[in-house]
């Protein structure tokens, strides 16, 4: 049997994930007995999977990284570029801009500016390594872009959207500046979450360290376990919260206290790449309390959903039906 390398990709995919069916399996077998050829180029494929140390993310539908103008990989043998194209198009690669082993760099050059830009698509989440050291964890559906030429030089500026967990390396001579929404985060070496999907009521979550949060009305100072709000209209308040309820997806989980089935269905719309249709408003009012972790299906929380309540569930490919 002749396979195109998109088919090929699916099927060697779905073996090393453990998602294969029989047929596919007796599939693969016949066709990896049939040349040596077949047989080195899937152990090739095999090693750069085993490499990414990230087997446990694999999804079909959700794992592609979205890049913008152009990808320029360094130091990279033809052979081990073309097999990472190909295994990262089906796993949940993070996207390096700066890496002691290579990974990504992608960026726009328009002379005096060099315009870095990193995307997570919907159902998954990337890991970006800045240049000073700082790690930014993007959610699905956020970008973060910044000058490539000033960062770390003269600045330490990024822009926001979506959402982001920052993890800032110290350097209190270049403050790190988190531009969103016309609202801006100064911090110098510290740990934060802002979620800006919703920019009516923009949070940003203090795990450790301090932050100043200001736009042209107000500006505020964060503590540990200290979140603000920042509304459409520039006014801002701050609570005291607990930052794990905001801050663990970034580990891989997602913590649900006393939520709402309605607010729920938005991230896991997000996390999983689904849409989710209520039969009734009243359905969305039913509270959760728990821990969702992204090495779980969809079909997990559903399950449990349906042992726990009365509510039912369909699937058609990735529209959920929920009713009573």
């Known amino acids: 049997m002749e396979y195109l390398n998109s088919e090929m990709d699916e099927l060697w995919g779905k073996i090393l994930s453990g998602n294969a069916n029989k047929e596919e399996i007796t599939a693969f077998e016949l066709w990896l007995k049939a040349s040596p050829e077949n047989k080195q180029e899937f152990q090739e494929y095999k090693r750069i999977w085993d490499a990414s140390r990230l087997r446990h993310h694999y999804d079909l539908e959700k794992a592609r990284i979205n890049i913008y103008h152009k990808v320029v990989s360094q130091g990279m043998g033809k052979n081990w570029w073309y097999y990472w194209q190909r295994v990262a198009a089906f796993l949940f690669i ?3 801009l700066v890496s002691v082993w290579g990974g990504y760099i992608v960026w726009s050059d328009f002379g005096r500016e060099q315009i870095v830009s990193a995307y997570s698509p ?5 890991k970006i390594t800045l240049g000073d050291g700082t790690e930014v964890w993007l959610n699905a559906e956020s970008e973060l872009t910044y000058d490539n030429h000033r960062y770390g030089k003269m600045s330490r500026e990024v822009q926001l959207t979506g959402e982001g967990y920052f993890n800032v390396a110290k350097d209190k001579s270049k403050p790190f500046i988190v531009k969103v929404n016309g609202n801006r985060i100064h911090a110098l070496g510290t740990a934060f979450n802002v979620n800006a999907y919703d920019v009516e009521n923009m949070r940003i979550t203090l795990e450790k360290g301090k932050i100043k949060v200001s736009n042209d009305l107000h500006d505020i100072l964060l503590n540990p376990g200290e979140q603000a709000l920042i509304t459409q209209s520039g006014e801002i308040s701050k609570s005291d919260v ?3 309820l ?4 970034h580990e891989g989980k997602i913590i649900f206290k006393d939520e709402s089935l309605g607010n729920m269905a938005i991230v896991l719309e997000r996390m999983y790449g689904v849409s989710i249709h209520f039969a009734n408003e009243s359905i969305k009012e039913y509270r959760y309390r728990g821990v969702l972790k992204y090495d779980n299906s969809i079909f997990h929380f559903l399950d449990i959903l349906n042992m726990t309540t009365d509510i039912k569930f369909e699937m058609h490919g990735k529209d959920i039906f929920v009713y009573q």
Not at 122 to 126: A, N, R, V
Not at 246 to 249: A, D
């Open 242 to 244: 607990d930052p794990q």
């Open 122 to 126: 919907k159902g998954q989440f990337s």
């Open 94 to 96: 993070p996207l390096f």
């Open 246 to 249: 905001f801050t663990t997806w």
